[in-house]
């Protein structure tokens, strides 16, 4: 990001206009480019065979089962799409108070990841490392008397990461936001000989309602007892977010996430001028439902959409950007 000299200047000798006046024009002088490159694919899985379910509230996004996540991984990188970003509808049943499935290496994610490394060896795959998809209490780690623990977390996430990474995924991201994790997980991979995975924190990350559609999507959205108040940031702070950047880089990660993206773009602005590290924005559920609910009802154009918040991350400085609209806007782009 330049920054801009501000030196006297005056219409009429200058008109903003003059080069917006043609497609040729506006095209060479384009400051930030959006493609298929940029974009992680956010998908959402169900254990079965040949399962495509609606996921409520998110028209265009699907549960799907390991068989129909191969054939994604598979149409991603036919459209240019380097990564996946997968995430575990769990039922009540397989839930338990410690999570324990989060460590079962037989689990969804583990069995999908297998088969999409199989399939499609060239596509990357990213994790969530938390518990709220295996919790029956919906929060991100264990809870006692009403309190999340934090390094009593903290252990059972390192041993998550290890069991993900094992299983083929290349890049663990946290998502749990306890203090220390990712220290104490880089030297769990490193320990269980897995130096050459990545972490990808999500270091600012929001106590935000628009993970709505999210929560429902993996099962969570009945259980979740309370907020997430305790260990998800505050909307209203921003210096505390690059706290939580500086802590995790100090620690080891690799790049940083901001959480959700579109009202939070100050935070991405700030985190890539300050640290200069790779830098992603996730797009959450409840911004895919704004956008996909305000499109399909005709009120916004939604293809437009699409393209117009994802290359506004751009703008803001993402490197790269974690969407449900991934396929659906590297269609739009090709
Ligand atoms: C939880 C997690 C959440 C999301 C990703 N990982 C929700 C939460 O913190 O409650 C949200 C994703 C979305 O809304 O699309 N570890």
């Known amino acids: 990001m330049s920054k801009l000299a501000f030196t006297p200047r005056h219409y009429p000798a200058t008109r903003l206009r003059r080069p917006r006046a043609q497609t040729w024009s506006r095209n060479l002088m384009r400051e930030t480019r959006l493609s298929p490159d940029d974009l992680i694919w956010a998908i959402v899985l169900k254990d079965g065979k040949g399962v495509k379910e609606p996921v409520d509230h998110m028209n265009g996004v699907f549960r799907l089962s390991p068989d129909e996540a191969v054939k994604a991984a598979q149409e991603a990188r036919a459209l240019g799409i380097n990564a996946l970003a997968l995430f575990p509808y769990t039922d009540r049943g397989q839930r338990s108070a410690d999570g324990a499935e989060a460590l079962n290496s037989d689990n969804l994610m583990c069995r999908t990841a297998k088969a999409i490394k199989d399939a499609v060896p ?33 252990e059972v996430l390192c041993r998550q990461a290890v069991v993900q990474a094992e299983a083929g995924f290349d890049i663990v991201a946290p998502s749990d936001m306890m203090d220390g994790r990712i220290g104490k997980i880089r030297e769990a991979l490193d320990g269980a000989g897995l130096g050459d995975r990545q972490i990808m924190s999500y270091a600012v990350k929001y106590a935000s309602c628009f993970y709505g559609p999210y929560r429902g999507a993996i099962g969570s959205g009945d259980l979740l007892k309370g907020d997430k108040k305790t260990y998800q940031m505050d909307p209203a702070n921003a210096d505390e977010g690059l706290h939580e950047v500086a802590l995790d880089l100090a620690e080891g ?40 609910m305000a499109g399909d009802a005709g009120a916004i154009n939604r293809d437009q959409a699409i393209l117009e918040s994802l290359v506004c991350f751009r703008r803001a400085g993402a490197d790269g950007i974690i969407s449900y609209f991934a396929k659906e806007a590297a269609e739009l782009m090709t």
Not at 127 to 153: F, K, R, S, W
């Open 122 to 154: 060239d596509v990357g795959l990213i994790c969530d490392v938390a518990l709220d998809p295996y919790t029956d209490h919906g929060h991100d780690g264990l809870m006692q008397d009403g309190i999340i623990l934090n390094d009593e977390t903290v």
């Open 253 to 292: 990660a690799d790049s940083v996430m901001v959480k959700p993206g579109m009202p939070y773009l100050d935070m991405i602005t700030r985190v890539k001028q300050t640290f200069g590290v790779p830098t992603y924005a996730f797009q959450v559920s409840g911004e895919y439902a704004m956008i996909a």
